[in-house]
């Protein structure tokens, strides 16, 4: 058992943290970031911090600059330095899949880190400075999880709800798109926090699946039938060029699963269809 002090309180996946990491039998508490800065927490005793604070979810306008910098990098370093001077033995970020920018190619290797906006530079510049703390006695942690789902999240998940519940027909166009279902995430964290590692991690689910694929999931799940139409590539294809949401929707943005894989790959213990009827029926 570890103590563990789980940075973001009211927040989705750090109140999920909470409650899993309590289930694996660890002492918990857990913190809100705009009650309690770095400087006023209590640290005795504490053997891992998990720092879920982050700006996401909100339409990015170039005036945010400033704050995703604030909270997504200043922030987190600050946390991991005090957290280092007061004994924890770990902290873990939760960085993002932006810090590898926009690329379309299948994501195997930290060489191709290399963020676009500002949401994946602020990431990325907090990953370079936490890790730069790393020691013997203190191990660092980034974790960078590509589109996270389950009852409740906001996100992009939320409008391929929306669309799979007004669309019965719909192309069968074949892109790769890596995704995590938060109780695979759960399961993650509370190995990453047993194990006590450090380094750089991007846990997915077990398969790499399409959008046509997340679709007819989700439709299932409602009791509906999907009918997938081949032969629409073309189509998908000008439409990605002409309107950036169906840009998000179509473009191949998935890792290597041999490039998520950590231990024996047991945090996902759930098929995939399974994870959309919990996410979609509760």
Same mark, same amino acid.
């Given at each position: 058992?570890?103590?563990?002090?789980?940075?973001?309180?009211?927040?989705?996946?750090?109140?999920?943290?909470?409650?899993?990491?309590?289930?694996?039998?660890?002492?918990?508490?857990?913190?809100?970031?705009?009650?309690?800065?770095?400087?006023?927490?209590?640290?005795?005793?504490?053997?891992?911090?998990?720092?879920?604070?982050?700006?996401?979810?909100? #339409?990015?306008?170039?005036?945010?600059?400033?704050?995703?910098?604030?909270?997504?990098?200043?922030?987190?370093?600050?946390?991991?330095?005090?957290?280092?001077?007061?004994?924890?033995? @770990?902290?873990?970020?939760?960085?993002?899949?932006?810090?590898?920018?926009?690329?379309?190619?299948?994501?195997?290797?930290?060489? @191709?880190?290399?963020?676009?906006?500002?949401?994946?530079?602020?990431?990325?510049?907090?990953?370079?400075?936490?890790?730069?703390?790393?020691?013997?006695?203190?191990?660092?942690?980034?974790?960078?999880?590509?589109?996270?789902?389950?009852?409740?999240?906001?996100?992009?998940?939320?409008?391929? @709800?929306?669309?799979?519940?007004?669309?019965?027909?719909?192309?069968?166009?074949?892109?790769?798109?890596?995704?995590?279902?938060?109780?695979?995430?759960?399961?993650?964290?509370?190995?990453?926090?047993?194990?006590?590692?450090?380094?750089?991690?991007?846990?997915?689910?077990?398969?790499?699946?399409?959008?046509?694929?997340?679709?007819? *999931?989700?439709? #299932?799940?409602?009791? #509906? #039938?999907?009918?997938?139409?081949?032969?629409?590539?073309?189509?998908?294809?000008?439409?990605?060029?002409?309107?950036?949401?169906?840009?998000? *929707?179509? *473009?191949?943005?998935?890792?290597?699963?041999?490039?998520?894989?950590?231990?024996?790959?047991?945090?996902?213990?759930?098929?995939?269809?399974?994870?959309?009827?919990?996410?979609?029926?509760?």
């Amino acid at each position: 058992m570890k103590k563990v002090l789980v940075y973001g309180k009211n927040s989705y996946i750090g109140e999920h943290y909470y409650h899993a990491l309590k289930k694996s039998g660890n002492n918990v508490i857990i913190i809100n970031s705009f009650e309690q800065k770095p400087k006023d927490i209590d640290f005795t005793g504490i053997d891992t911090v998990v720092n879920v604070v982050g700006i996401a979810h909100i #339409k990015i306008t170039d005036d945010m600059e400033d704050l995703f910098y604030k909270i997504n990098t200043d922030l987190a370093v600050e946390l991991c330095d005090v957290a280092k001077k007061a004994g924890v033995k @770990q902290y873990i970020y939760m960085s993002s899949m932006n810090v590898f920018g926009d690329t379309t190619e299948t994501i195997s290797s930290r060489e @191709q880190e290399g963020p676009k906006n500002f949401y994946g530079k602020s990431k990325y510049l907090a990953d370079q400075k936490i890790h730069a703390m790393e020691a013997e006695d203190f191990k660092v942690a980034s974790v960078r999880p590509p589109v996270v789902y389950g009852k409740g999240c906001k996100g992009n998940f939320v409008l391929l @709800q929306k669309v799979a519940s007004l669309t019965p027909i719909f192309p069968n166009y074949k892109n790769k798109k890596s995704m995590i279902y938060i109780g695979h995430l759960d399961n993650f964290i509370c190995e990453l926090v047993a194990n006590g590692e450090g380094g750089y991690f991007h846990p997915q689910n077990a398969d790499v699946i399409s959008t046509a694929d997340t679709i007819v *999931a989700i439709r #299932k799940a409602m009791g #509906k #039938k999907t009918l997938l139409i081949p032969g629409f590539g073309w189509l998908v294809k000008i439409g990605m060029k002409m309107v950036s949401r169906a840009e998000r *929707a179509f *473009a191949d943005d998935n890792y290597d699963l041999e490039f998520s894989k950590y231990g024996k790959n047991t945090y996902c213990n759930l098929d995939f269809q399974t994870t959309i009827d919990r996410t979609v029926n509760g």
